[in-house]
């Protein structure tokens, strides 16, 4: 194998937790990542775990080829979101300066040149990060963000995704509605840019074929049982029994079981492709509520040799793999030992799949005994690999990118 004499790097806005905001509470001084919530979507993100361990994957297939960059190495450097606009921003400044006073979540990289950077996950954290990082012109990709504020290159010059933008989406969510005969929809965004743009775009696109938006709600990323009531009831007094929603799974979650508790089962709901492949919508006992929602979901693959790499894993291989770490004391509901992660006693999610609820679980320790085949979450399940996909493609994408420039002669 030819020697590889340089290394690039390449960046990941992951959000590996989720915050848990209330409306009214103070915020504090510094952000920190808190372990909170149910459904695995609010505190550690197995999915997103699963998609930084695939870029991973990806970069060592690449290192390891002859054909692609044979002189350069890829690094990866990765910094969690948090799924707020802040970390995002932070990270960005991160991954620009290069500071050590904002220390990346997990680094391999050897200080090499950052080459791009890949994310963020959701279009909020995306436009946030694509603001300071354009200014640059640093290269950022996103695998999941399709709000159509990003086609903008005067405001997002070096901006660009493997995913379509929501104008797409809008445009058929239109089709399929004219397709049904349906002509009095209601509409229900998440608080963010996803949201408002999703719906904006969608209402244009109804008025054009003369369809009517019977309303047209938000719900708060922040919870507040007002807002949230007020949604509900839009619904509730509405005629319309077709209900397009925009929201990504983490911010629709709360509604969908408010709509649960409130026994809201005579609606057909059309989703956006944040949420319509959502692993509680498909569970048997939320079939009466959920059942016949229609979507367009972002199309699947396999990836080779992926399965294998994400079994793989154990904190016990790198001391400092502070992620990894993390990964398996949420898991299994275990300290390990000797750990610098802290372990949150008083919220602790149990993610084997016996039960779906918050609950408090006692300070047990690693015993050697856990085996990943024994659990039942998001990050081992390969069977519907749409983001995770998208991650794999963008790798590949820069890497060809970066090896095209790599054989460029001077004065060509």
């Given at each position: 194998m030819a020697s590889r004499k340089k290394c690039l790097v390449l960046g990941l806005l992951a959000f590996l937790w989720a915050e848990l905001g209330i409306e009214g509470k103070e915020e504090e001084e510094?952000?920190?990542?808190?372990?909170?919530?149910?459904?695995?979507?609010?505190?550690?993100?197995?999915?997103?775990?699963?998609?930084?361990?695939?870029?991973?994957?990806?970069?060592?297939?690449?290192?390891?080829?002859?054909?692609?960059?044979?002189?350069?190495?890829?690094?990866?450097?990765?910094?969690?979101?948090?799924?707020?606009?802040?970390?995002?921003?932070?990270?960005?400044?991160?991954?620009?300066?290069?500071?050590?006073?904002?220390?990346?979540?997990?680094?391999?990289?050897?200080?090499?040149?950052?080459?791009?950077?890949?994310?963020?996950?959701?279009?909020?954290?995306?436009?946030?990060?694509?603001?300071?990082?354009?200014?640059?012109?640093?290269?950022?990709?996103?695998?999941?963000?399709?709000?159509?504020?990003?086609?903008?290159?005067?405001?997002?010059?070096?901006?660009?995704?493997?995913?379509?933008?929501?104008?797409?989406?809008?445009?058929?969510?239109?089709?399929?509605?004219?397709?049904?005969?349906?002509?009095?929809?209601?509409?229900?965004?998440?608080?963010?840019?996803?949201?408002?743009?999703?719906?904006?775009?969608?209402?244009?696109?109804?008025?054009?074929?003369?369809?009517?938006?019977?309303?047209?709600?938000?719900?708060?990323?922040?919870?507040?049982n007002e807002k949230m009531q007020k949604a509900i009831d839009a619904i509730r007094n509405s005629t319309a029994r077709v209900i397009v929603l925009y929201a990504s799974d983490i911010d629709l979650s709360p509604f969908l079981l408010e709509m649960v508790y409130r026994s809201i089962t005579d609606r057909t709901r059309i989703a956006s492709e944040a949420w319509i492949a959502l692993a509680l919508i498909a569970k048997p006992e939320y079939f009466p509520y959920f059942g016949g929602s229609i979507g367009f979901s972002i199309p699947r693959a396999d990836i080779l040799g992926l399965k294998e790499f994400l079994y793989d894993v154990h904190p016990g291989k790198d001391p400092n793999d502070v992620l990894t770490i993390e990964f398996w004391q949420t898991a299994f509901n275990c300290t390990w030992p000797n750990s610098r992660v802290p372990y949150n006693t008083e919220h602790r999610v149990n993610m084997t799949g016996e039960e779906d609820r918050l609950h408090a679980m006692s300070d047990k320790f690693y015993t050697g005994k856990e085996k990943l085949e024994d659990l039942k979450n998001a990050y081992l399940d390969v069977s519907q690999l749409r983001i995770t996909h998208n991650v794999n493609q963008i790798v590949y994408s820069m890497a060809y990118a970066l090896d095209r420039l790599s054989r460029c002669e001077e004065g060509h």
């Open positions: 510094e952000q920190t990542c808190q372990l909170l919530g149910k459904f695995d979507l609010n505190g550690f993100n197995f999915r997103g775990f699963r998609w930084m361990k695939t870029m991973i994957h990806t970069i060592k297939e690449i290192n390891e080829r002859k054909d692609i960059l044979p002189n350069i190495t890829l690094g990866y450097q990765i910094s969690d979101t948090c799924f707020t606009i802040s970390k995002s921003v932070e990270a960005a400044l991160v991954f620009l300066t290069g500071q050590e006073e904002n220390k990346p979540s997990f680094r391999n990289s050897t200080g090499a040149m950052l080459a791009g950077i890949v994310g963020a996950g959701g279009p909020s954290l995306s436009v946030a990060a694509s603001r300071i990082l354009g200014l640059y012109y640093l290269p950022q990709v996103g695998y999941a963000s399709t709000s159509s504020l990003l086609s903008d290159k005067y405001q997002f010059p070096s901006y660009l995704r493997t995913v379509a933008s929501d104008k797409i989406q809008s445009e058929a969510m239109v089709q399929l509605i004219q397709h049904f005969g349906w002509v009095w929809i209601g509409t229900i965004a998440a608080d963010d840019d996803y949201g408002k743009y999703g719906v904006k775009i969608f209402k244009e696109k109804m008025e054009s074929v003369n369809l009517c938006v019977a309303f047209s709600e938000t719900i708060p990323k922040v919870h507040s």
